[in-house]
Each structure stands twice: as structure tokens, then as C-alpha cells.
């Protein structure tokens, strides 16, 4: 007797669904995992961003405020004759140098951006100064060099050099806050600082006297909104003013 031929049986309704259930699950692990390295990378060159601005505008800055009241001969000048007192115009503000000598000045750009810093320095116009203007530059020309930094109303550090359009340093900087290292104790013969003051309490005789900065820039956190993480990231720096700081000789 001939054994009867058994037909193919396909998979059973039950059966597929949960082939295409483990299947979606597999698929959503994957998706998840490359959702996850995606958002990852998005914030590590958030914060990679984020440092370079930070490093870019405090060296700018710093190389600024060092060479504030330099003067390419000393023999033959001095600050007093090299750095006259008048005004500096600038985003409509008008910073003055209230003294022949004076070489550092600000004001308070808004309660909102913070303060405005204003240096200037000599250069003789040879490479042998290479002396940089806030916006990085090497000067070329002999020239007293005024160098304007401020923030706009769209986070934007920006240098201004003489009464020239400013230039664009970083972005993302929603304050300045510029607080001044003062010798204010005369009794003893050093250039240490005593005090530091605030912009809006800086009166035109503390001008002189200024023998380095503490410079905060607030940035926009670039993972702000994310758990535990604020909206915005101060970054300090102290500066000294090196004809002022360091042994009294």
C-alpha cells in the first residue's frame, strides 16, 4: 500500500506575528543604538564648539590686556607722551581716556551683555614687535592701537579696532563682566593687587591704577534643556597688565 503524500503547511497566522514582533524589536534596538551614538557625537563637537570659542576669545583677549600701555622705545617715549587722553567712538558708545597715559577704559555695554573693555598699546611697525591687535592680527604699521571689545544683541564677541567697523571673534557669548585688579594701598611699594572692582564702580582715577583684569564671558550651553545641565557656562580668566604686574623694580 502506497504511503499517502503529505502537503507543505505554511507558517501559521501566530507564528508570523511573532517572527515580525522579534523582528520590529531587533530593528528598534538598532535604531535606538544609532540614534543614541548620533546624538553622542552631536554633543561631544557641541562641547569641542564650545571649548574652542572659549580658548579663541580669551587668547585674543589676553594677548590684548598683556600688551595694554606698551611702547616700542623707551628711551625715547613715554606713556604719557605716546598715549594721549581723548575719546573712542564706537557702536555709538563714547569711551574716554580721561588722562594722558591711561592705556585700559570700559563701560557698562547693557545690564543685559555686560561691560565693554577698551586697550590700547604702540606698535613700531616692524615684525620684530609682533605685537597682536584683538582680531589676531600682526601690526605692520607704526601706530597707537585701540582695541574695542564688546558684545552685540545677538551673542556676538566682537573687536573693534580704532573707529573701525567691528569684526566678529566668536558667537554664542551672551555676557561680558570685566572686573578690575587695583593698587589702591600706596603705604606699601608693590605693584600687588588689593581690590578688584567692578566696571560701574571704576572711577577715572582707578584707570591708572590698573594692574590686571578677571574677565568673565558667559556662553550659551550647547547642551542646555538636557537633565541637570544649565542654560548658560561662565569661563574666567585673571589677565595681568605686564608694564604694571610683577616685582616693583
Not at 551614538?37 to 564648539?49: C, E, G, H, I, M
Not at 551673542?155 to 555676557?175: E, F, M, R, W
Request: hydrophobic share 45%.
Amino acid at each position: 500500500m502506497k504511503p499517502t503524500p503529505r502537503h507543505q503547511a505554511g507558517f501559521s497566522l501566530v507564528e508570523l506575528m511573532v517572527a515580525i514582533a522579534v523582528a520590529l524589536f531587533l530593528i528598534g534596538g538598532v535604531v535606538s543604538m544609532l540614534a543614541s551614538t548620533r546624538n553622542t557625537f552631536k554633543n561631544q563637537s557641541s562641547l569641542a564648539q564650545l571649548q574652542d570659542d572659549q580658548r579663541l576669545a580669551m587668547t585674543l583677549i589676553a594677548n590684548v590686556v598683556q600688551s595694554a600701555g606698551y611702547y616700542p622705545d623707551p628711551l625715547l617715549m613715554t606713556a604719557s607722551s605716546e598715549f594721549l587722553k581723548g575719546d573712542v567712538a564706537f557702536t555709538g558708545q563714547t569711551l574716554a581716556f580721561a588722562a594722558d597715559g591711561q592705556v585700559i577704559t570700559g563701560a557698562t555695554n547693557t545690564a543685559t551683555l555686560g561691560d565693554t573693555l577698551v586697550v590700547r598699546f604702540e606698535t613700531a611697525g616692524t615684525s620684530a614687535d609682533n605685537v597682536i591687535d584683538c582680531t589676531g592680527n600682526v601690526r605692520n604699521t607704526k601706530a597707537v592701537i585701540i582695541n574695542t571689545l564688546t558684545l552685540d544683541a545677538n551673542s556676538n564677541l566682537l573687536c573693534g579696532i580704532d573707529n573701525k567697523a567691528p569684526v566678529q571673534l566668536v558667537t554664542g557669548v551672551t555676557k561680558m563682566r570685566v572686573w578690575y585688579g587695583l593698587k589702591t594701598d600706596f603705604t606699601v611699594d608693590d605693584n600687588q593687587v588689593d581690590m578688584y572692582v567692578p566696571t560701574a564702580d571704576m572711577t577715572a582715577a582707578d584707570w591708572p591704577n590698573v594692574i590686571s583684569l578677571r574677565l568673565t564671558l558667559t556662553f550659551k550651553n550647547p547642551l542646555a534643556g538636557q537633565p541637570g545641565q544649565p542654560q548658560t557656562i561662565d569661563f574666567t580668566r585673571v589677565i595681568a597688565v605686564m608694564n604694571k604686574a610683577g616685582v616693583k623694580t
